[in-house]
C-alpha cells in the first residue's frame, strides 16, 4: 500500500507544470520600519523551497550622497539567538546607493527571524522579524526535462547492455582468436543481468522519490485546517447566522497559543466567489480555544471563500481558507455586525474591462484614490509603495485619520483565480509586528494621524488580475476603498 | 586463495602490443591522466564533504563542485580520444570490443558511461535542489544515483589500466602496477565512507561491520589477486589511509565560515573528513590467510577468509575507536572530538557491539557476507588478469 502510494505520488510529479495548485497566500515579505535613525524598506524575498536562501533587499529611504553606512543582516534559526550564525555585510547596489541586499539562508522548517542592522554617522539601529520557513509545494518537473531524463536513462541502458555484451564476450579474447558460442552466451548473460541491476538501481530511485515526494506533499498543505459550524443550517441569503470556525492544527487538535494580531484574535475576510463583489472584514472572538465565532447574514446566495488570518504566540502567522455556501433566502436588510472594527462592503464584481481605475467610491459622498503612480507600473516581485488618499465629497483630502486597529490603513489583495490572498499593512506584510511580539514591533497608533494617506509596502508575486481592498477609517466610520489592477 | 589461471601470462604481449600509445616514459599517458581524473575526483568528493559541514551552503557552482567537474572532464577527454582513434585512427587494429558503431578497449566506454549516468544524475539533481531545497540529505535520490556513477566511474578507468596492462600497451610492469594500485586506493577512498556526524563509535556498530564486509573483502582481494600479490591490497590501504590523512592536514590549512544553519558549531576553519580505517590491518590477515589456505577448497578458504576479515577489521576499528574518543584523538591529527562540538551534536545514537547474543550474531552474520564478498572479489581479480580488451 506504501509502496503504491509512493509510486502514485512520483506519477504525480511527473505531471507537467501546472496541474499542482499554487498555495494561497503571498510568501515574501515586505517590511517598512525605522533601524535606529534609519527609515528602512526591507524586502524579503523567501526561496522557492526550504532548505534555501532567501534574498533580503534593504532600502535606506533617505540615505544621502556619500554618507557612509554599514548594512548586515544574519539570520536567526528556529533553536535560537545562541545558535545565529556571523553578521552578514549587505552589498551595496552600484545602481542605487540607496539599495542593499544580503543572502539569507533558510536550512530547516520552522520560524526563523531576520535581523537588519544599520550603522553610521547618526547613529545604528536593528530591526528584526520573523521569517517562516514552510514546507512549499513540491513543484511537478517540465515535460523537457521529464523527456531528456528518460532519454538519457534509455541510451544508458542500451549501451550498457551494448557494452555488457562486449565485455563478457570479447573481454579476454585475444587477438585472432574468434568468439566462441560460449563467450558469446556469456556476453548475453553479463548483459541482461547487468541491465536488470541497472534497471533495478533506477526503479530504486524513483522508489525513494516517490516517498520523499509523498511525504512533502503530505506536509505541504496548510498547517492549520479550518472547519465552519452554523447554528442555523443551511445558511441562506439575508438571514443571520451565528457561526463557529474550528481551526485545527495539522494533527487534528483545536489550534492552541492564539495571540491577539492588532488587537483581535482574528481577521477574516469573507468574499462572494467569483467575482469578490461582497466583502466582509470580521474579528471573531475565540470563546474556546481554536474556536471561533462570528455572525454572517450573507446579502446573496451563493459561494463565498474566506481567509482567515491566525497569529499564533510563538509569532508565526498562517491563513486559514475555505468556502461557505449560501442558499437562497432574502434580501439582507442589516448587516449584523459584531465588532465595532467590523466592515462590509458591496462593489460590483471583479471586471478585467474595467481594470486599473484610481479612484473608488468609498461611501457616503467619500472617494478614496490611489496616488504616487496609482496601478501603473505595477511589476511582479518589484516593490513598490502603494499609496492610498481619502476625500471628502469635495475632493480634497481629509486632514487626519483615526487609526484604524492601531494604524492608518489596511490593504487586502486578494488575486482572480483565489490563489493568493494578502493581508498587508503600513508597516508591512508581517503579522503581529504591532502589540502583541515581545520585540522588533511598533507601538499601536492610538492618536489621530495627521493627513489623509496611507501607503503600503508590497509586491506582487505574480502576473495577474487583482482585487484590491484599502480601509481606513474617518470619523468613527470605516471607508472601504475598491480597486480592481491587472499587473502584466 | 587460489591463484592457478591458466589465461594468466606475465609478460605475454598481444600482438598490438609493439604499437604502444606514445606515453610519459614508461607509462602511457591516458593512465597517467586516468591517476589525476581519480586523484582529482577523490579529491573533490572530500572537498565537497567539508564543505557542507564547514560552511553549509552549496551550489551548483562552489569550488569543490568544480574539482569533480574537472575531473569528469579530464576522464571525458581522454577516454573520448581512445574511443576516437579506436574506431577512426591507428587504435583500429588494436584489442577492443565493439559498441555500437565505435571501437575501443572496454574499460574507456565504461568509463564514459559513467560520465553519462554523472551527467543524468547532475541534471536530476539540479533540479532536485530546486524543488526540495538545497542540500541537507546526503541520502537523496539524484545523490544515490551520483554515488552510483562514481563508484562506475572508478572501475572503468581500473578496467582500461588493466586491460592495457594485460595486453603490454600501458608501459612497464612496475608503473602499469603503480597505476592499478592508485586507482584502487582511490576507489577504496570513495566507497569507504565514514560519516562523521556519526561519530568515531560509528565504526564499531553491528551496521558498519556487515556493510563493510559487503564491499571491502572484496575490494582487497580483488587487487591481490590481479596483481598476485598479498601485498597489493596493503599498500592499497596504506595509500587510502595516507591519501585521506593528507586531505584531513590540508582541509584544516583553509578558513571556512559557516552559512547555512545547520552548521550550528562554530569553526573558523574548513573540518577535515574523519581519520581513515586501518584498513592495512584486515589487507594484511585477508592476504596472508588466503595465501596459507591456497589449494583447499573454496568453501573452507573463502569460508576461513570471511571470518579472518571480520575479526581483524572489527579488531582495528576497536582500536581506532578507542583511540578517536579518547584523550589521544583529541587533537588536530586524529580529529576525534575535535574540535568536540562540530562531532557531539551530530551524534544519531550509534550502539556499538558488545559481549552478547545480538552482537555475536551481527558479527556472525558479516562473516557469512565477507565470506561471499571474498569469493566474488578473488573470481573477478582472476578474471580481471585475462582481460585484454
Known amino acids: ?488 | 586463495m587460489t591463484t592457478s589461471s591458466a589465461a594468466y601470462a606475465p609478460g605475454r604481449r598481444d600482438a598490438a602490443a609493439d604499437r604502444a600509445i606514445p606515453g610519459v616514459r614508461g607509462v602511457a599517458w591516458p593512465l597517467v591522466a586516468a591517476v589525476a581524473s581519480t586523484c582529482c575526483m577523490i579529491f573533490g568528493w572530500n572537498w565537497d564533504i567539508s564543505w557542507h559541514r564547514s560552511v553549509g551552503r552549496d551550489t551548483v557552482w562552489t569550488l569543490p563542485h568544480f574539482a569533480v567537474y574537472i575531473a569528469l572532464a579530464l576522464a571525458f577527454a581522454y577516454n573520448v580520444w581512445i574511443v576516437l582513434r579506436g574506431t577512426f585512427g591507428a587504435g583500429r587494429d588494436e584489442p577492443g570490443i565493439r559498441v555500437f558503431a565505435f571501437h575501443a578497449p572496454a574499460g574507456a566506454f565504461v568509463t564514459l558511461w559513467a560520465v553519462l549516468l554523472q551527467f543524468t544524475a547532475i541534471l536530476f539533481d539540479i533540479w532536485w535542489h530546486g524543488v526540495y531545497g538545497l542540500d541537507n540529505a546526503v541520502f537523496s535520490p539524484p545523490h544515490y544515483a551520483l554515488a552510483g556513477a562514481l563508484a562506475v566511474f572508478y572501475f572503468g578507468q581500473f578496467l582500461l589500466a588493466t586491460s592495457w596492462r594485460n595486453s603490454g600497451r600501458g608501459g612497464s610492469d612496475v608503473s602499469t602496477r603503480w597505476v592499478l594500485l592508485l586507482i584502487w586506493s582511490f576507489f577504496l577512498c570513495h566507497i569507504v565512507m565514514v560519516d562523521p556526524c556519526f561519530g568515531p563509535l560509528a565504526t564499531v556498530t553491528g551496521t558498519y561491520l556487515m556493510s563493510g564486509a559487503v564491499v571491502l573483502p572484496f575490494s582487497l582481494l580483488l587487487i591481490d589477486e590481479l596483481l598476485e600479490s598479498p601485498w597489493a591490497a596493503v599498500i592499497c590501504g596504506a595509500v587510502y589511509m595516507i591519501a585521506t590523512i593528507a586531505q584531513m592536514q590540508f582541509f584544516q590549512l583553509f578558513p571556512a565560515t559557516p552559512k547555512f544553519g545547520p552548521v550550528f558549531h562554530r569553526v573558523t576553519h574548513f573540518l577535515p573528513p574523519a581519520f581513515p580505517l586501518l584498513l592495512v590491518i584486515p589487507a594484511v590477515v585477508l592476504g596472508f590467510t588466503a595465501r596459507a589456505l591456497r589449494g583447499k577448497r573454496p568453501g573452507v578458504v573463502y569460508g576461513l577468509c570471511g571470518l579472518a576479515f571480520a575479526a581483524s577489521f572489527l579488531a582495528a576499528n576497536v582500536v581506532l575507536a578507542l583511540i578517536l574518543s579518547g584523550p589521544l584523538g583529541a587533537n588536530r591529527f586524529f580529529a576525534g572530538n575535535y574540535p568536540g562540538s562540530a562531532f557531539i551534536e551530530g551524534y544519531r545514537g550509534s550502539v556499538p557491539l558488545g559481549f552478547d547474543a545480538p552482537s555475536a550474531v551481527r558479527v556472525a552474520v558479516a562473516a557469512a557476507i565477507a565470506a561471499s564478498s571474498c569469493w566474488m572479489g578473488a573470481a573477478t581479480g582472476r578474471w580481471m588478469r585475462t582481460v585484454v580488451r
Not at chain 1, 543572502?103 to 544599520?118: F, I, N, T
Open chain 1, 1 to 488: 500500500m506504501r509502496a503504491a502510494r509512493a509510486v502514485l505520488a512520483f506519477l504525480l510529479a511527473l505531471l507537467p507544470v501546472g496541474a499542482v495548485s499554487a498555495h494561497v497566500g503571498s510568501p515574501h515579505i515586505y517590511i517598512e520600519d525605522n533601524a535606529g535613525p534609519f527609515p528602512v524598506t526591507v524586502a524579503c524575498e523567501m526561496p522557492p523551497a526550504v532548505p534555501g536562501e532567501a534574498t533580503v533587499q534593504v532600502l535606506l529611504d533617505d540615505r544621502k550622497s556619500g554618507e557612509a553606512v554599514e548594512v548586515r543582516v544574519r539570520e536567526i534559526p528556529p533553536a535560537g539567538d545562541d545558535r545565529a550564525p556571523e553578521w552578514v555585510i549587505a552589498k551595496p547596489s552600484a545602481a542605487d546607493p540607496r539599495f542593499f541586499s544580503a543572502p539569507l539562508p533558510l536550512m530547516v522548517y520552522g520560524l526563523w527571524h531576520a535581523e537588519v542592522s544599520v550603522a553610521g554617522p547618526r547613529g545604528s539601529g536593528t530591526i528584526r522579524f520573523p521569517v517562516a520557513a514552510r514546507v512549499p509545494v513540491p513543484y511537478a518537473m517540465s515535460s523537457g526535462l521529464s523527456i531528456a531524463l528518460a532519454l538519457l536513462t534509455t541510451v544508458l541502458v542500451a549501451s550498457l547492455a551494448s557494452i555488457l555484451i562486449g565485455l563478457g564476450r570479447d573481454a579476454d579474447r585475444r587477438t585472432g582468436d574468434s568468439a566462441t558460442p560460449e563467450s558469446v552466451r556469456r556476453g548475453r548473460v553479463w548483459a541482461f543481468v547487468g541491465s536488470a541491476i541497472f534497471l533495478g538501481f533506477v526503479g530504486v530511485i524513483l522508489y525513494f522519490w516517490g516517498t520523499v515526494h509523498a511525504a512533502r506533499a503530505t506536509r505541504s498543505g496548510p498547517s492549520l485546517i479550518g472547519q465552519i459550524e452554523a447554528d442555523s443550517v443551511p445558511i441562506v441569503a439575508g438571514r443571520h447566522s451565528a457561526l463557529k470556525l474550528s481551526v485545527y492544527d495539522a494533527r487534528h487538535q483545536p489550534v492552541r497559543g492564539v495571540a491577539q494580531d492588532h488587537g483581535k484574535m482574528m481577521h477574516l475576510v469573507i468574499a462572494k466567489w467569483p467575482g469578490a463583489s461582497d466583502f466582509l472584514h470580521l474579528h471573531p472572538t475565540m470563546p474556546d480555544e481554536g474556536v471561533f465565532a462570528f455572525s454572517f447574514t450573507p446579502p446573496s446566495a451563493g459561494r463565498y471563500v474566506y481567509f482567515a488570518d491566525v497569529l499564533l504566540q510563538s509569532g508565526e502567522g498562517d491563513t486559514v481558507t475555505g468556502t461557505i455556501d449560501v442558499g437562497p433566502g432574502e434580501t439582507a436588510r442589516e448587516m449584523a455586525l459584531d465588532d465595532p472594527d467590523d466592515s462590509f462592503a458591496g462593489s460590483p464584481p471583479m471586471d478585467a474591462a474595467r481594470a486599473g481605475n484610481s479612484v473608488s467610491d468609498a461611501g457616503g459622498g467619500m472617494t478614496m484614490a490611489w496616488v504616487d503612480g496609482g496601478p501603473a507600473r505595477l511589476r511582479p516581485l518589484e516593490l513598490a509603495k502603494l499609496t492610498f488618499e481619502l476625500r471628502d465629497p469635495s475632493g480634497r483630502p481629509v486632514e487626519r485619520l483615526d487609526p484604524y486597529m492601531g494604524m492608518a490603513g489596511h490593504m487586502l489583495i486578494l488575486r482572480d483565480d483565489a490563489t493568493m490572498f494578502a493581508h498587508v499593512h503600513p508597516t508591512g506584510t508581517v503579522a503581529g509586528r504591532m502589540g502583541a511580539m515581545p520585540r522588533g514591533h511598533a507601538a499601536m497608533m492610538t492618536e489621530p494621524i495627521d493627513g489623509a494617506r496611507a501607503s503600503f509596502p508590497y509586491a506582487f508575486p505574480k502576473a495577474g488580475f487583482y482585487r484590491v481592498w484599502i480601509q481606513m477609517k474617518y470619523a468613527g466610520s470605516i471607508r472601504t476603498g475598491v480597486f480592481d489592477v491587472k499587473v502584466p
